[in-house]
């Protein structure tokens, strides 16, 4: 069984600039999930991906946007990066049907730097 | 709207001795909470969870935890601890969007560290 990878792991970009970090989902999950986590904070909830939409967000602004592919693979996608954005990116797999108790499983993350 | 507060955010602990971590949930619903753990320069790892039935749960590595209605708590504990537990602890509460899974909401996260 493949778990939940994140690619790039570490990243630098510069204020304004775009970035975009990708996640596979473990075999046989439909779901993706991304997180937020800033330096010695808990993850936030971005948004959820459900069937190739976005089923649920946080409270992040639009310039945060994300994709999910049919083999459940998906990306975030950062426009006009702040430098508050600056954090661990952490993608998350589960399969749906279950509510809110389904188990979700954690990449490795992705740590953004901007500068 | 539901949240959940964790009580330290550094424990220290020497090896052998019994290791608890607080958490509180705010929850208008029945709540599934979470355990994870995550150790430095990865990604979080889920000790374990409570979704219905038995309140007291177990997962890995030793740990588990009780779900106290009454209290809105559920705490996390282990007997004996060991150097290799050392590492950040998070609490969770699900969220709910309609039809599908929710997203988890995380307290701030407790820093464990054990002393040999």
């Known amino acids: 069984e493949t778990g939940v990878t994140q690619s790039p792991t570490h990243l630098i970009k510069t204020r304004g600039q775009q970035v975009t970090l990708r996640c596979s989902s473990q075999s046989g999950h439909n779901t993706v999930s991304w997180y937020q986590q800033a330096l010695g904070q808990g993850p936030q909830f971005i948004f959820q991906?459900?069937?190739?939409?976005?089923?649920g967000r946080g409270n992040f602004p639009p310039r945060f946007s994300g994709l999910q592919f049919p083999n459940y693979s998906s990306e975030l996608n950062v426009n006009a990066l702040e430098l508050d954005d600056s954090a661990l990116y952490l993608c998350?797999?589960?399969?749906?049907?279950?509510?809110?108790?389904?188990?979700?499983?954690f990449g490795p993350g992705t740590r953004l730097t901007v500068l | 709207a539901q949240s959940v507060t964790q009580l330290g955010s550094h424990v220290s602990v020497s090896e052998g001795a019994l290791v608890l971590l607080r958490c509180n949930y705010s929850s208008s619903v029945p709540p599934y909470l979470f355990w994870y753990v995550q150790y430095p320069n990865q990604g979080l790892q889920l000790l374990l969870k409570y979704t219905t039935g038995a309140t007291l749960v177990k997962g890995i590595n030793g740990f588990e935890a009780e779900f106290k209605k009454s209290e809105t708590s559920f705490h996390l504990t282990k007997p004996s601890a060991h150097m290799s537990d050392a590492a950040e602890y998070f609490c969770?509460?699900?969220?709910?969007?309609?039809?599908?899974?929710?997203?988890?909401?995380f307290g701030k996260g407790t820093k464990l560290s054990v002393k040999p």
């Open positions: 998350a797999s589960s399969l749906a049907g279950t509510g809110g108790s389904s188990t979700q499983y």
């Open positions: 969770a509460v699900s969220g709910y969007y309609g039809g599908s899974q929710g997203n988890l909401i």
């Open positions: 991906y459900y069937r190739e939409e976005e089923n």
